[in-house]
């Protein structure tokens, strides 16, 4: 008889085994890095200014110098993500993060200033390493190398896309209320983006003419790196470039008066323009009126009726006889009436001779 204490130690010494094995794992996981989290939530920050910009064919986000120093000064908070180093200052954290290869210094490639311009762009489109990886605040610009974490939304919104191409293939055979709908809110979508970049060139060449000032009502409109505000910033900044001279002024109003001039002697007449409205609404109108239905009927109104109780033998002897009749009775009516003429032609002829004489 084995002692019932023996088994209930062996039970023991398993259960402690176990539970050594589960905490290895925890304690082998190192912990995240603390200037890793610092740089995510610093890049996630919305009061630190960044753009877009190519840096050697690679577009990267970035932000300058001193943006990151006022940036770090007025959010305290942050610095307690680095727990014993929370008491560095801003340019010794950037050191750090330079160091980690989480930041990377840049410099911009294009270095003397534009004509027209008197100094250089806030923010160049386009960078290059620079090669003193140094944290400094005069005109430097470090960009972020560490892959930005993708938020929620952007995910789910990916999943749409298949699904919003496939809405779009199968407009044909949407009911006629709805694509009345679709066509109506595409066009006013559309001829709302051409009254606002009519509106937009309208403002600035009259302003531009008249006041010798560059005045862009939206200027973001057409930016490729603008975020979601700046895209509808209704005010544009301060003109810095220098104030255009008189002569291109006048060279251009006289150009734009002769366009208009041209362009009004040259507009299509009111028919013409009612010929094309009409086009236009048919082919409208086609495109709205499709259904499958009426596509599948005018396919079996196409197709040729053969009787199939006939034999073929019989069908391909009706179709030669066919022909040969066509054949004949197309003789007949091409060559005989001709000739018929002709003879009564003659036979008038002579008649009216012999009475003459």
């Not at 002569?247 to 323009?273: K, M, N, W």
């Not at 009749?325 to 003879?343: A, C």
């Amino acid at each position: 008889m084995k002692k019932p204490g023996g088994a209930e130690k062996k039970k023991v010494r398993r259960s402690q085994s176990l539970q050594s094995n589960t905490d290895t794992p925890r304690k082998q996981a190192a912990p995240k890095d603390v200037f890793q989290v610092f740089a995510e939530k610093a890049r996630d920050h919305k009061d630190l200014v960044s753009r877009w910009a190519v840096l050697q064919e690679t577009r990267v986000e970035y932000f300058k110098g001193k943006d990151f120093v006022s940036f770090v000064r007025n959010h305290l908070e942050l610095k307690d993500i680095l727990e014993s180093d929370r008491s560095l200052e801003a340019e010794d954290i950037a050191n750090i993060l330079l160091k980690k290869n989480l930041l990377v210094r840049c410099d911009r490639v294009v270095k003397t200033v534009r004509p027209g311009k008197k100094k250089l762009s806030t923010f160049p489109a386009h960078l290059e390493i620079y090669h003193d990886q140094v944290f400094s605040e005069n005109d430097a610009f470090f960009a972020w190398t560490f892959v930005k974490r993708r938020p929620l939304w952007q995910t789910l919104l990916s999943f749409c896309w298949p699904v919003l191409t496939l809405a779009i293939c199968l407009f044909p055979v949407y009911p006629h209320q709805v694509k009345l709908l679709i066509l109506y809110s595409c066009a006013g979508l559309l001829l709302l983006i051409l009254c606002v970049l009519l509106l937009r060139g309208l403002v600035f060449g009259a302003l531009w003419i008249l006041l010798g000032k560059r005045f862009w009502l939206f200027p973001n409109i057409l930016a490729e790196e603008a975020t979601l505000k700046e895209l509808f910033q209704f005010w544009p900044q301060k003109d810095e470039g220098e104030r255009p001279k008189w002569t291109a002024r006048l060279f251009y109003a006289i150009a734009g008066v002769v366009l208009i001039s041209l362009l009004r002697h040259h507009a299509p007449d009111e028919a013409a323009r009612a010929r094309y409205q009409k086009r236009v609404s048919n082919i409208i109108d086609d495109v709205l009126e499709w259904s499958p239905s009426l596509a599948l009927s005018g396919m079996i109104e196409k197709q040729p009726v053969v009787n199939i109780t006939e034999p073929n033998d019989n069908v391909t002897d009706n179709k030669s006889s066919d022909e040969k009749l066509f054949s004949s009775g197309d003789l007949d009516d091409e060559t005989i009436p001709n000739e018929e003429v002709d003879e009564v032609t003659e036979n008038t002829e002579d008649s009216d001779h012999h009475q003459n004489i």
